[in-house]
């Protein structure tokens, strides 16, 4: 199997659970702490060792590009301030990946998404990185599906167990176990079951490394729930036929997730991440403390 070195982050949704923030500023670019969302993203795939990344984007978001392009005025002016630290962190995000940009002309959902980066990939495997999840530094994710996909091909899905109340709002997995505690056999898929039909308790989240052949699934795939091209939909394809591509297997997840994708959610993801960091944490912790003490 092909090392896998590519990954993909579609970004070009307009984000409107975040209105009036997002009018004109991506909501990828809102700040989680002092970084912006889709830089722990670009983060978690080059520690994943995948350097060369594909942003596909859409109207309204050359601040992206601009994100994670070199600002030689900014780093002039860090400079003459002998502002190191500062100077290091600009530089972090052009240094992360290769990065390359096209655009999805129209917001036909992930599946056409994933399908504008065909002419990027080629036939070669891939990952997509949904920019809502954040996944902890310290717990691997992706570098655990690249194992399983470079071993046993095809395709394989992140896996979380969520309760049964919950599975409604995400895609959810039919499997079988393997002989791996944390990999299982995905036998089909379902996106958004109805309340009392899902397959199992395990819901996609937004990391996938693909088999090329996915494209051609979806060329083929009609537009699905929300009159969109659902991914779910094509990865159903090969999951109950290998020979279009090779078995669909999933990593159940564990470890810690952010989810930024409604507003609660992203403060709760904002407070945890603060607490966490050595800067910031004592200091912050201390006075969360205080302050729940108050309210409550």
Not at 71 to 95: F, H, I, M, P, W
Not at 124 to 141: K, Q, S, T
Request: hydrophobic content about 40%; proline content about 6%; charged content about 30%.
């Amino acid at each position: 199997m092909r090392k896998i070195q590519k990954a993909v982050i579609p970004a070009a949704g307009l984000g409107t659970r975040f209105l009036p923030a997002t009018k004109a500023t991506p909501k990828e670019m809102l700040p989680v702490v002092d970084k912006p969302a889709i830089q722990y993203v670009v983060e978690e795939a080059a520690a994943a060792g995948l350097s060369d990344v594909l942003m596909i984007t859409g109207r309204n978001k050359r601040a992206l590009e601009d994100h994670f392009d070199r600002n030689y005025e900014l780093e002039s002016a860090l400079t003459r301030k002998g502002d190191a630290e500062r100077l290091v962190r600009v530089q972090e995000s052009s240094d992360l990946a290769t990065m390359h940009y096209v655009r999805q002309g129209y917001p036909r959902g992930l599946g056409h998404a994933v399908l504008c980066a065909e002419p990027h990939v080629g036939d070669e495997p891939f990952a997509v990185l949904l920019g809502d999840d954040l996944i902890d530094p310290r717990d691997p994710l992706l570098a655990r599906m690249t194992e399983i996909q470079e071993r046993e091909g095809g395709s394989v899905v992140a896996l979380m167990e969520v309760a049964p109340e919950q599975i409604h709002l995400y895609g959810c997995a039919a499997v079988e176990p393997t002989a791996q505690d944390d990999v299982v056999r995905v036998t089909g898929l379902v996106e958004k079951p109805e309340p009392g039909e899902a397959p199992s308790n395990l819901a996609v989240i937004g990391r996938y490394v693909l088999d090329p052949a996915v494209f051609g699934v979806l060329r083929e795939t009609e537009p699905g729930r929300g009159g969109e091209i659902q991914l779910t939909d094509a990865l159903q394809q090969l999951a109950v036929d290998e020979r279009l591509g090779g078995p669909v297997h999933g990593v159940v997840f564990r470890g810690r997730r952010y989810d930024t994708g409604d507003r609660g959610d992203y403060l709760r993801a904002i407070v945890r991440l603060a607490c966490e960091r050595e800067d910031l944490g004592p200091d912050f912790r201390s006075w969360l403390r205080g302050y729940v003490a108050a309210e409550l």
